[in-house]
C-alpha cells in the first residue's frame, strides 16, 4: 500500500490528474488489507477531483468492508451504487455472500442469492460455490448438493472446488463411500484433482 499511494503521489506532483484506474488501484490496495479507513479515504478523495465511481471502485469497495468483516457497511454501498445509478454485479453479490459465509450467516448468504434473482443477475459457479460452502460449514450436505443440482439447471458445470468441497462434507461426516461416489463422478466429468 506504501508503494501504492508513493506513485499516486508522484502522479499528483507530476499533475498528471487520477483517474479512475489510479484511484481504483489504491484503492484495491487498501480493500485487499481490510483497511476501510484508507479506502473510505481514496473515495473522498476521488470525490474531491471530480471522479465518478465505477462498477469497480464499488465492488472493491464492498471488498474492503467483507474483509474488515463490517458486513452492514457493505450493504450500504449497495445503497450507494443504486444512487449512483450502478447495477450491481454478480461479483458484487458473491463478495458480500462470501463475507457472510465466513462469519457462518447461511440465512443472509440464501437471502443474497434471492436478491440476486431479483435483481436480475445471474449467479456463477463462485456464487453457488459460496453457497455450498456455508451448507457444508453447517453440516447441511443435503442443502449443498441442491445447490449443485440448481447450478447444473441453470447450465453450470461443476467445478474442482464444487467436488472437492463435496467430498470434503461426506469425508467429514464419515461417509467414505459419499465421498468415494463424487471422486467417481468428479473423475468422469474429466476433472482432475489438484494435489
Not at 102 to 114: C, D, F, I, K, M
Request: with cysteine; charged share 20%.
Amino acid at each position: 500500500t506504501e508503494s501504492a499511494e508513493r506513485v499516486f503521489a508522484q502522479m499528483v506532483w507530476a499533475a498528471a490528474a487520477p483517474d479512475n484506474i489510479a484511484f481504483n488501484t489504491l484503492l484495491k490496495a487498501y480493500a485487499r488489507k481490510g483497511d476501510t479507513k484508507n479506502a473510505e479515504n481514496v473515495c473522498q478523495r476521488m470525490q474531491r477531483a471530480n471522479v465518478k465511481p465505477d462498477i469497480y471502485t464499488f465492488n472493491t469497495l464492498v471488498l474492503a468492508y467483507v474483509n474488515a468483516r463490517k458486513m452492514a457497511s457493505a450493504e450500504l454501498v449497495l445503497e450507494k451504487m443504486e444512487a449512483a445509478r450502478i447495477r450491481p454485479t454478480v461479483l458484487t453479490f458473491s463478495t458480500l455472500m462470501k463475507g457472510y459465509v465466513q462469519q457462518g450467516h447461511v440465512e443472509e448468504a440464501e437471502r443474497l442469492l434471492a436478491a440476486m434473482h431479483r435483481a436480475g443477475v445471474q449467479p456463477n459457479a463462485v456464487t453457488f460455490n459460496t453457497l455450498m460452502q456455508a451448507y457444508v460449514l453447517n453440516d447441511q450436505v443435503g442443502k449443498a448438493q441442491q445447490v449443485v443440482q440448481e447450478m447444473i439447471r441453470m447450465g453450470l458445470k461443476p467445478s474442482l472446488v464444487t467436488f472437492t468441497t463435496l467430498i470434503k462434507a461426506h469425508a467429514k461426516r464419515g461417509d467414505g463411500e459419499g465421498a468415494e461416489l463424487l471422486m467417481q463422478r468428479m473423475l468422469e466429468a474429466n476433472i482432475r484433482p489438484d494435489a
